[in-house]
């Protein structure tokens, strides 16, 4: 059995679409007050483009835990 952990960072673009950025085995203690924060600079600095244009505001941050069990 395996688990992986992502941290997904859910953004809204210029075309009112939801953006996933996902940080893959992020550090276990991240805070929410740190997630915030990069989530805020990434828009504020305009730092990515989508296909439905400039990232416009953060929505939220969530970990996601993936389990896979091999079967033999």
Not at 3 to 22: H, M, P, R
Not at 34 to 44: K, P, R
Request: aromatic fraction near 2%; charged fraction near 30%; proline fraction near 1%.
């Amino acid at each position: 059995m395996k688990s992986d952990t992502d941290l997904d960072l859910v953004f809204k673009n210029a075309a009112g679409k939801k953006v996933i950025l996902k940080i893959e085995e992020p550090k276990s203690d991240v805070t929410k007050a740190q997630i915030d924060a990069a989530m805020q600079a990434v828009v504020e600095n305009n730092i990515f483009n989508t296909s439905g244009g400039d990232l416009v505001e953060a929505v939220e941050g969530r970990m996601r835990t993936t389990t896979t069990n091999t079967i033999e």
